[in-house]
T-cell receptor, first 114, second 114 residues
Framework: ETGVTQTPRHLVMGMTNKKSLKCEQH?????MYWYKQSAKKPLELMFV???????ENNSVPSRFSPECPNSSHLFLHLHTLQPEDSALYLC?????????????FGEGSRLTVL | AQSVTQPDIHITVSEGASLELRCNYS??????LFWYVQSPGQGLQLLLK??????LVQGIKGFEAEFKRSQSSFNLRKPSVHWSDAAEYFC????????????FGQGTELSVKP
């Protein structure tokens, strides 16, 4: 596999469920990101990890919990979400956080919260 | 405040016609500028980027963009649009040392008429 892979591609969950989104990059990059894409709104940066360390939490509610066990894998753990959290969640990677900012994106996980 | 504005939410052009998508930014530091494209159900793909030097940059799929510092603009152009260019286009701004902390515009949806 190449690039950035996200699973699942689609997820429907109730407000009391716990689920996780997974991202894997095969590019040898050291920085990984979660972005949220809501309809008619600009992409919002949620979290940044650089060499497995979280370097940015963009005031994200605690019902979103990221995990980065190594430079190739990134998870977003979800619990007690709200319907307004329904969105496309995009994972991205870059060479490292100090690089030029060229991001490589996955295809996204479409989340629907009922 | 740092921001990216894409004034056109939706544009329709005829196949073979020229295209220009507008992007204006407000950013405190020397900007790095990007255009990404997102096809339905897909992640974002980098079209082109500007870091420094020649203000006219060439990208993939026949796209180009021109950086105009005096106008704080980075407009995307293509001389002849193909039906496969129908997608959503995002302008983004970042800076050296900011890694993937890009600020995205709201996006411009491009439709192509046969």
């Amino acid at each position: 596999e190449t690039g950035v892979t996200q699973t699942p591609r689609h997820l429907v969950m109730g407000m009391t469920n716990k689920k996780s989104l997974k991202c894997e990059q095969h590019l040898g990059h050291n920085a990984m990101y979660w972005y949220k894409q809501s309809a008619k709104k600009p992409l919002e940066l949620m979290f940044v990890y650089n060499f497995k360390e979280q370097t940015e939490n963009n005031s994200v509610p605690s019902r979103f919990s990221p995990e980065c066990p190594n430079s190739s894998h990134l998870f977003l753990h979800l619990h007690t979400l709200q319907p307004e959290d329904s969105a496309l969640y995009l994972c991205a990677s870059s060479q490292d956080r100090e690089a030029t900012g060229e991001l490589f994106f996955g295809e996204g996980s479409r989340l629907t919260v009922l | 405040a740092q921001s990216v504005t894409q004034p056109d939410i939706h544009i329709t052009v005829s196949e073979g016609a020229s295209l220009e998508l507008r992007c204006n930014y407000s950013y405190g530091a020397t900007p790095y500028l990007f255009w990404y494209v997102q096809s339905p159900g897909q992640g974002l793909q980098l079209l082109l980027k500007y870091f420094s030097g020649d203000t006219l940059v060439q990208g993939i799929k026949g796209f180009e963009a021109e950086f105009k510092r005096s106008q704080s603009s980075f407009n995307l152009r293509k001389p002849s649009v193909h039906w496969s260019d129908a997608a959503e286009y995002f302008c983004a701004v970042g800076a050296r040392g900011q890694g993937g902390k890009l600020i995205f515009g709201q996006g411009t949806e491009l439709s192509v008429k046969p």
